[in-house]
């Protein structure tokens, strides 16, 4: 499959003040990606970020609220896989340095073509491919897209609950590690995650799971078994 073709099934979240410019390139990445989501400012963007896990992030650097830096250094706290592009204006040592340090797919600065977007796009496809198979399988014909978010036994699909999905998706994809109490308190409740709250969570998640597929590393975190 050709790499652009495989945007079909990718979320992609653009941000970008500017209403003009923002509905311009969604309405031109629409033409490449089944499931693109907007925003105008970087709260709006981060908020976005959460309800729908995205895939790839293309977002301004200069924006009210809650600047693109900013806004990445934040999503990167919790989040080293999701592929971002950062739009700028700036070339600047400074910049540069910082880009780096937030593991950017790359930036791209003002004004942004077609020809210089889809090689990046391309760079994000072929390196979410690269992570390994989008698909985990588990016991008892148990599977996982980690690229849609979703949980089948068989044909079966198992619906989980908005905290079950964040919390399965961090251990799908992570499943070679232990994901600590502070990650999963980062991610999945972004504030303090109590133990009467995770137990409950847990104890749920592992009835709609193959037994022991959840596993416990005590004073740790939880690990996913294959």
Not at 30 to 53: F, N
Not at 139 to 165: C, M, P, S, V, W
Not at 201 to 208: F, I, P, T
């Amino acid at each position: 499959m050709d790499t652009l073709n495989k945007l079909k099934n990718i979320k992609l979240l653009y941000i970008d003040d500017e209403a003009f410019i923002r509905m311009s390139a969604v309405e031109y990445l629409s033409y490449y990606c089944d499931h693109v989501y907007a925003a105008g400012d970087g709260i709006h963007g981060y908020e976005l970020y959460k309800e729908l896990q995205p895939d790839i992030i293309i977002t301004d650097i200069k924006m009210p609220k809650l600047n693109g830096l900013d806004l990445v250094e934040k999503i990167r706290k919790k989040d080293p896989h999701t592929q971002i592009i950062i739009i700028t204006a700036y070339t600047d040592t400074t910049f540069l340095l910082k880009a780096v340090e937030l593991k950017l797919v790359k930036y791209l600065v003002k004004p942004v073509s077609e020809a210089k977007l889809i090689p990046l796009l391309k760079d994000a496809i072929n390196y979410i491919d690269s992570e390994e198979s989008n698909i985990l399988e588990l016991r008892e014909g148990f599977r996982y897209d980690k690229l849609n978010k979703t949980l089948f036994q068989h044909d079966t699909f198992i619906k989980l609950n908005n905290k079950e999905a964040l919390f399965f998706d961090i251990c799908a994809k992570n499943h070679h590690r232990v994901v600590t109490y502070s990650e999963l308190e980062n991610f999945v409740w972004e504030g303090e995650m109590s133990a009467y709250a995770l137990s409950s969570l847990v104890k749920s998640l592992r009835s709609k799971l193959p037994k022991e597929t959840l596993q416990n590393i005590s004073g740790t975190g939880y690990k996913i078994v294959i």
